[in-house]
Every structure is written in C-alpha cells, then in structure tokens.
C-alpha cells in the first residue's frame, strides 16, 4: 500500500484528506489495506492528489447510492469526453427520467418470469462444463468453468452469432478501464476498445441479431421512436459489458473461497441450499465491482465534509462491503452469513439489472458441482488481476477437483 503522509490528518473542507492515489499500481493490486486505512480516516475521505472524494463506511455508501439527485450518474462517471463519446447514454451513465426509460427497453427481458424459461438451458450448459473439468481432474477453473457460461449466456441472449464472440470478453473488460483516470492501462486497452465497439456496430441490425431477443428489442425502441438509432449499439454493448465479465468474477471468486475454505465446501456439500448465502457472501468479500463513480450535482455535507457542486465522487463498495461497523469478522469468507444487504450489486436506482441472470448462471455452475464433485482443492495461487481500476478479477485459478 503506498503509505500515507501526516497531511492525513489534516481536516480539508471541514474532514479528513489523504495524499493517496488509489489508482497506483500496489493499491490497485490490492485495494483492501487501502479501503480498510481510508475507511479509519472517516466516512468521507477528500483525495489531495485527484481532487476527489472518497466515500468508504457502509452507510455513507448506501446513502450516497440511494440519492442519485445529488450523486449524479450522468456527470463524472467516466473519465474523459472520448470514452464518454464511446459508451454513450446507458443506465449506467444517466439519471432518471432517461435512465427509466432506457432501464425499461429490456426489463421485461430480465425479470424473473423471463429468465425462468432460461433455466434448464444454462443450467444443461453448466453441467457439461462441469463434467468437462471433473474428467480432466486438474484444470484452469478460469478458462474451463468460470468464462464460457457467462459470455455465451449473454452473447445469446443479446442474439449474437457464435462467429466474432471472442472480443466480447477482452473488449467489455478493456472498456471497463475507461472507468478511471488515464494513463498506460488507458492507452494499451484502447486499441481492443475500438475493436469492441467496431463489432458491436456491425452487428446491430436485423440481418445479423437473432430475433426475439434483447437485441431486437432494442431495435424496436428504436423503431417506435422510444431512444434514438445512435443509442442502440452503446445500449447492447452496455449489457454485454456489464453482463460477461463481472459474473465471470464472481465465478472466480466464489470458487477460490470455497477452494481455500474446506469447511465451507463441506457445509455447502451438506447443505446445498446455502449456495446463494456463498453468492452473496463472495460477492461481499471479494466483489468484482469495487468502486462506483458519482458527481455532484449540488453543494452536500457528508461525514464532515462541505463537499461543492461538480466534483467527482468515488463510491467504494469495495470498502463498504467489509466495513466492520456493519459486519462483524469482515475479513473472513463466512458461508452461513448470508449478507443480503451487501452493497457488491449496488443500491438503489442503479443496482444490477442483471443480479436475477447472475445468480440463476452460478447456482448452475455450484449445483452441478455440488452434484458431481466430491473436493475442491487449491493447486496453487490464484493470479488476482486489478488491471482496470476499481474492478477485481482472477485471471488464473488452478484447482484440482476429485469426482464424486
Ligand atoms: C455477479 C455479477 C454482477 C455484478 C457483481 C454486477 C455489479 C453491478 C453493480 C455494482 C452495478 C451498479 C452500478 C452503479 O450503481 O453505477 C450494476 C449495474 C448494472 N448491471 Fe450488473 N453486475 C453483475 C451481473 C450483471 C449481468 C449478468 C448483467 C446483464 C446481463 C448486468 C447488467 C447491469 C446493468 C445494465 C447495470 C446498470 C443498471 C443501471 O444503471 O440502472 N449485470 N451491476
């Protein structure tokens, strides 16, 4: 962790201010010790070096998440005019009455009802992966179990061909990076961004989508004049970001708990119906999403802090998630805990519109799991990548799996 100076105990704007940067190569690695020492400093931390600021205790957080009149998701959510340019108006990047609107073309498609008709389909896929992996004994649990589900998933359901699928997973995390400042992570993803974007055009007509999918349904917003033709392609490509590489993640992560938490493998081997209480709780430890970006939209006072109107605001999930003021031993990957109320999906107006897929892809993957393997073992250390700020992934977890 980049050590803090004694201006952290200065008070600016009325509260505490810290020097750190939070994008630097050790922080960003590993953002807990840095959560977890801004998160003692106070609710509300003013970053010296970047003229931000950061929000780190769980009830801030989830305040902050709940008013999206002050906290702006429409103003400093992305860094720099040419990314703004790219990723167009979305729910992410809007705030009501727009955002309802664009949130509204697909919630049909993504409510319960929809994803029920789903279920035997991913859950047929899962299983196959899961014998797949079983056989092979010893194996990448990245690449054999966690990135096929979620990217074919998706890619489906959107209506994409099965050709041109492989820059989906590269290109929507690349494009995630253009959630923080510039700098190299920035110029090297551009090119993989731009390649991303290129496909997403290519295929948002009639000819290539399948039809009666969320692809097509948002091309009939566009044809009864609900959203503009422009916003059609930053549309899809906003699920298909938000909707691959996270719950791969999630994946990863809950796997590598339950790989270094045998007693956990075994009440779960017990008691099958706490796989979703491992979802949430692995979601809370170590949610891919760590932070969220806001902006002001007037002058607030929070956690001491006079903070002005325009100025960006980092929301650290990351850090609310294992705040022990709201979870006791937070630290620690706990099975029966079952955290509901964690803050890894988001809160309030922008929470996930995808958590219902999300949870229906790992539960496939768990249930078959629980089904036909009888330990899950570390074969070593798992490769944690931090490459794009504010998102934490795994980009290799050797596991051994003996079969049942
Ligand atoms: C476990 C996996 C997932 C995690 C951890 C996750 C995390 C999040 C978080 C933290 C937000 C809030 C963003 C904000 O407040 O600025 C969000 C919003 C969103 N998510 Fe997810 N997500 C997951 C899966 C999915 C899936 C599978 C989809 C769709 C296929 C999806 C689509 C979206 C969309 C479209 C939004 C924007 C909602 C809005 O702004 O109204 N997500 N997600």
Same mark, same amino acid.
């Given at each position: 962790?980049?050590?803090?100076?004694?201006?952290?105990?200065?008070?600016?704007?009325?509260g505490?201010?810290?020097?750190?940067?939070?994008?630097?190569?050790?922080?960003?690695?590993?953002?807990?010790?840095?959560?977890?020492?801004?998160?003692?400093?106070?609710?509300?931390?003013?970053?010296?070096?970047?003229?931000?600021?950061?929000?780190t205790?769980?009830?801030?957080?989830?305040?902050?998440?709940?008013?999206?009149?002050?906290?702006?998701? @429409?103003? #400093?959510?992305?860094?720099? /005019?040419? *990314?703004? =340019? %790219?990723?167009?108006?979305v $729910?992410l990047? &809007?705030?009501?009455?727009?955002?309802?609107?664009?949130?509204?073309?697909?919630?049909?498609?993504?409510?319960?009802?929809?994803?029920k008709?789903?279920g035997?389909q991913?859950?047929?896929?899962?299983?196959?992966l899961?014998a797949? @992996?079983? #056989?092979?004994g010893?194996? /990448?649990? *990245?690449? =054999? %179990?966690?990135?096929?589900? $979620?990217?074919? &998933?998706?890619?489906?359901?959107?209506?994409?061909?099965?050709?041109g699928?492989?820059?989906?997973?590269?290109?929507?995390e690349?494009?995630?990076?253009?959630?923080?400042p510039?700098?190299?992570?920035?110029?090297?993803?551009?090119?993989?961004?731009?390649?991303?974007a290129?496909y997403?055009?290519?295929?948002?007509?009639?000819?290539?989508?399948k039809p009666?999918?969320?692809?097509?349904?948002i091309?009939?917003?566009?044809?009864?004049?609900?959203i503009?033709?422009?916003?059609?392609?930053?549309?899809?490509?906003?699920?298909?970001?938000?909707?691959?590489?996270?719950t791969?993640?999630?994946?990863g992560?809950y796997?590598?708990?339950?790989?270094?938490?045998p007693?956990?493998?075994?009440?779960?081997?017990?008691?099958?119906?706490?796989?979703?209480?491992?979802?949430?709780?692995?979601?809370?430890?170590d949610?891919?999403?760590?932070?969220?970006?806001?902006?002001t939209t007037?002058?607030?006072?929070?956690?001491?802090?006079?903070?002005?109107?325009g100025?960006?605001?980092?929301v650290?999930?990351?850090?609310?998630?294992?705040?022990?003021?709201?979870?006791?031993?937070?630290?620690t990957?706990?099975?029966?805990?079952?955290?509901?109320?964690?803050?890894?999906?988001?809160?309030?107006?922008?929470g996930?519109?995808?958590?219902?897929?999300?949870?229906?892809?790992?539960?496939?993957v768990?249930?078959?799991?629980?089904?036909?393997?009888?330990?899950?073992?570390?074969?070593?250390?798992?490769?944690?990548?931090?490459?794009?700020p504010?998102?934490?992934?795994i980009t290799?977890?050797?596991?051994?799996?003996?079969?049942?």
């Amino acid at each position: 962790m980049t050590s803090d100076s004694d201006s952290s105990t200065i008070l600016a704007h009325g509260g505490p201010v810290s020097d750190i940067s939070i994008f630097d190569e050790d922080n960003v690695r590993n953002p807990h010790p840095m959560w977890s020492m801004l998160r003692e400093l106070g609710s509300v931390v003013y970053l010296s070096t970047s003229d931000t600021w950061i929000i780190t205790r769980y009830d801030e957080v989830r305040a902050t998440l709940a008013d999206w009149q002050t906290f702006s998701s @429409a103003a #400093e959510t992305v860094y720099g /005019e040419e *990314m703004g =340019a %790219l990723l167009g108006k979305v $729910p992410l990047t &809007t705030d009501p009455p727009l955002h309802d609107r664009l949130r509204g073309i697909l919630s049909q498609k993504t409510a319960p009802r929809a994803l029920k008709q789903l279920g035997e389909q991913v859950a047929a896929h899962a299983d196959e992966l899961v014998a797949e @992996a079983v #056989e092979a004994g010893s194996i /990448e649990a *990245m690449e =054999a %179990l966690c990135q096929r589900l $979620p990217v074919d &998933t998706v890619a489906d359901l959107v209506g994409l061909p099965d050709e041109g699928r492989e820059i989906l997973l590269p290109g929507g995390e690349r494009m995630l990076m253009t959630f923080g400042p510039h700098g190299d992570r920035y110029a090297d993803g551009m090119p993989t961004v731009v390649e991303f974007a290129d496909y997403i055009k290519s295929v948002t007509s009639r000819e290539v989508l399948k039809p009666d999918s969320w692809g097509t349904a948002i091309l009939d917003a566009v044809d009864d004049g609900r959203i503009q033709p422009e916003d059609a392609a930053p549309l899809m490509s906003s699920y298909l970001i938000a909707g691959m590489g996270t719950t791969v993640h999630t994946l990863g992560f809950y796997l590598n708990n339950l790989a270094r938490n045998p007693q956990a493998w075994a009440a779960l081997k017990a008691d099958p119906s706490l796989i979703g209480s491992g979802f949430e709780e692995s979601i809370r430890l170590d949610g891919p999403a760590q932070v969220l970006y806001r902006g002001t939209t007037r002058e607030v006072e929070l956690g001491g802090h006079v903070i002005p109107d325009g100025k960006r605001i980092i929301v650290s999930i990351g850090s609310a998630n294992r705040d022990p003021r709201h979870y006791s031993d937070p630290d620690t990957f706990d099975i029966h805990r079952n955290p509901i109320d964690h803050l890894g999906l988001g809160y309030a107006t922008h929470g996930c519109v995808g958590q219902g897929l999300a949870r229906l892809e790992v539960r496939a993957v768990m249930s078959s799991l629980l089904r036909r393997v009888a330990t899950l073992t570390p074969a070593g250390e798992p490769e944690l990548t931090h490459h794009i700020p504010g998102f934490s992934g795994i980009t290799r977890l050797p596991i051994t799996l003996t079969s049942e």
